[in-house]
T-cell receptor
Framework: DGGITQSPKYLFRKEGQNVTLSCEQN?????MYWYRQDPGQGLRLIYY???????QKGDIAEGYSVSREKKESFPLTVTSAQKNPTAFYLC????????????FGPGTRLLVL | EDQVTQSPEALRLQEGESSSLNCSYT??????LFWYRQDPGKGPEFLFT???AGEEKEKERLKATLTKKESFLHITAPKPEDSATYLC?????????????FGTGTKLQVIP
């Protein structure tokens, strides 16, 4: 089955700790995205990557970092610089082109201890 | 700045009571408008993409329509399993990137 997987489903972060969220896709999509979802707000873009070894900051990149070493994988690291990391994190992917429908993974909920 | 406004924020329907959800948008250079369904604690599930005014798409009890300023998601004879949050998003060109802006969603509850 083709799709997007995210792990873990729940993640707990201690003060001052960096944590990494995994996102893998087997849809052969070129572009991948990370969004943050908070109650009462629309999805906000953290980072996106349109091709391997290249990525760009989104609207709320501060306190986050990413890498794109493989087409299938786009991990997100939430660093200790992110002071309010509690949220639902969503990874998406799309075919790169003029009209791109984004498909989403199941999400990771990050909680702070 | 691109904007997407969804209304109402929440909607409660009796089973079989048809209604519509609204998505108003302000964007320069619309490339596409998307509807997603999101269940609690899960990722958004893709429903429809609309590209130009006048376009309509249907799937089971759902029908999406698009004008130059808004989109409607019509729900005909809804069932309790249609209960979810419905998200609207618009895609516009922003430099070399097809930026997608999401609305805050309409939470639909269908009561048996």
């Amino acid at each position: 089955d083709g799709g997007i997987t995210q792990s873990p489903k729940y993640l707990f972060r201690k003060e001052g700790q960096n944590v990494t969220l995994s996102c893998e896709q087997n849809l052969n999509h070129d572009a991948m995205y990370w969004y943050r979802q908070d109650p009462g707000q629309g999805l906000r873009l953290i980072y996106y990557s349109q091709i391997v070894n290249d990525f760009q900051k989104g609207d709320i990149a501060e306190g986050y970092s990413v890498s794109r070493e493989k087409k299938e994988s786009f991990p997100l690291t939430v660093t200790s610089a992110q002071k309010n990391p509690t949220a639902f994190y969503l990874c998406a992917s799309s075919i790169r082109g003029a009209r791109e429908t984004q498909y989403f993974g199941p999400g990771t909920r990050l909680l702070v201890l | 700045e691109d904007q997407v406004t969804q209304s109402p924020e929440a909607l409660r329907l009796q089973e079989g009571e048809s209604s519509s959800l609204n998505c108003s948008y302000t964007v320069s250079g619309l490339r596409g408008l998307f509807w997603y369904r999101q269940d609690p604690g899960k990722g958004p599930e893709f429903l429809f993409t609309l590209y130009s005014a006048g376009e309509e798409k249907e799937k089971e009890r759902l029908k999406a329509t698009l004008t130059k300023k808004e989109s409607f998601l019509h729900i005909t004879a809804p069932k309790p399993e249609d209960s979810a949050t419905y998200l609207c998003a618009v895609q516009a060109r922003s430099g070399g990137y097809q930026k997608v802006t999401f609305g805050t969603g309409t939470k639909l509850q269908v009561i048996p």
